[in-house]
Every structure is written in C-alpha cells, then in structure tokens.
T-cell receptor, first 115, second 117 residues
Framework: ETGVTQTPRHLVMGMTNKKSLKCEQHLGHNAMYWYKQSAKKPLELMFVYSLEERVENNSVPSRFSPECPNSSHLFLHLHTLQPEDSALYLC??????????????FGEGSRLTVL | AQKITQTQPGMFVQEKEAVTLDCTYDTSDPSYGLFWYKQPSSGEMIFLIYQGSYDQQNATEGRYSLNFQKARKSANLVISASQLGDSAMYFCAMSADPGSGTYKYIFGTGTRLKVLA
C-alpha cells in the first residue's frame, strides 16, 4: 500500500450532486489535511485534523464538509458545489511533534470538475 | 502574517548543471520549518528537504540542498547535476505553530522547472 491513497482520482459532478472524496494513510501519522490546488494559485489549506479532532477550518464554505472517523481516514463531503470549486484536492498526512508539523506526505490528488 | 514568496514562475536548466530556486518567507514566529516539495505532472506532491529554524547547518538530501539565510529570510533550493526527471513544479512551504495548537502550513506559488537535454 502506498503511503497516502486518495479516491477517486477524477470526479465530474453537477452542481446539485452529492459526492465524497476519500483519503487513507498507512503511515501511522497523527495529523491529516485537505488542500485545494487551483491553477495559478498557491495551495490553499482547507482543513486539518489532529488525532481525529478538527484543529483548522480555513474559512471554507459549508458546501465542503470534512469527516475524520479515525486517524487513518479522512473524507471530504461535497454538496451543491460551484464551477469555481473545480480543482485538484490533495490530502496529506504528517507526524506532528510539538510545534513542528513535520513534512507532509501527499496523496496523488482527486481532480474535481464541477459542471 | 506568514507568507512564502517564490518569484520565479519558470526556470530552464541544462541537464547536468546546477540550478537554484528562490524562496523567501515572512514570519514572526521564532520556531518554524521550511520545506521544499516537487510536483510532477502526475499531481502528487513529493517531499524533498526540510530545514528547521534553529538548524545551524544547511540541510542536504542527495542532490538537493537548502541554502538557508535566516537573516535574509530566504530558503533557496539548490539542485545539483540536474536530470530530465527533475522537470516539475517546485513549491516552497513553511510550517509554524503559534502555540495555539493549530497547524499553520503555507505554500508559495511554485516554480516550474524545465530541464533541457
């Protein structure tokens, strides 16, 4: 198993659909992250979970709803998205120690297209 | 506010030559980490190298080295002996915990490197 696995790799959805992105890490890390990567923009941190508790919600619209049922799994539930939400969604994990978040280990991303 | 700046949107380098990718940062936190990541066209972000704010020596990992100049707040990535497989986007990133238990981890806009045969 690779370190961080994301499914699906590609997703096309209409604005009224409900879908979910899944992320699984096999590294025993204690923190998991969702990032959004749009063209010509820096990676945007969306959510951070530390030990299954959400510690960061970076002013993300409520149409994105994260879920972390355990330390190995992270979901991003999508509902009534807008075309501008089309982007690459990257999941990452790290072993945070004190102030140091540690290096991030990323999945290959889920390319989302909203029609 | 914390910020990462990468001023080179694109760079070219001849195969087997060295190349420096620039990164400057801004933070008021005394403790922070600086990272470089590589993103090939496949999309996956690959960790390359890490430098802690208290590290006295510049970090090195194989062909990668980080030129850390704390007073200038710069953390440039040097790739020696470039290979065709080095063609990718490169992101500089910084992590800092202001002590509130949150995980601040920000990225620059990236530099696209093209290695020429």
């Amino acid at each position: 198993e690779t370190g961080v696995t994301q499914t699906p790799r590609h997703l096309v959805m209409g604005m009224t659909n409900k879908k979910s992105l899944k992320c699984e890490q096999h590294l025993g890390h204690n923190a998991m992250y969702w990032y959004k990567q749009s063209a010509k923009k820096p990676l945007e941190l969306m959510f951070v979970y530390s030990l299954e508790e959400r510690v960061e919600n970076n002013s993300v619209p409520s149409r994105f709803s994260p879920e972390c049922p355990n330390s190995s799994h992270l979901f991003l539930h999508l509902h009534t998205l807008q075309p501008e939400d089309s982007a690459l969604y990257l999941c990452a994990s790290s072993q945070a120690q004190g102030w140091n978040t540690g290096e991030l280990f990323f999945g290959e991303g889920s390319r989302l297209t909203v029609l | 506010a914390q910020k990462i700046t990468q001023t080179q949107p694109g760079m070219f380098v001849q195969e087997k030559e060295a190349v420096t990718l620039d990164c400057t940062y801004d933070t008021s936190d005394p403790s922070y980490g600086l990272f470089w990541y590589k993103q090939p066209s496949s999309g996956e972000m690959i960790f390359l190298i890490y430098q802690g704010s208290y590290d006295q020596q510049n970090a090195t990992e194989g062909r990668y080295s980080l030129n850390f100049q704390k007073a200038r707040k710069s953390a440039n990535l040097v790739i020696s002996a470039s290979q065709l497989g080095d063609s990718a986007m490169y992101f500089c990133a910084m992590s800092a915990d202001p002590g509130s238990g949150t995980y601040k981890y920000i990225f620059g806009t990236g530099t696209r490197l093209k290695v020429l045969a």
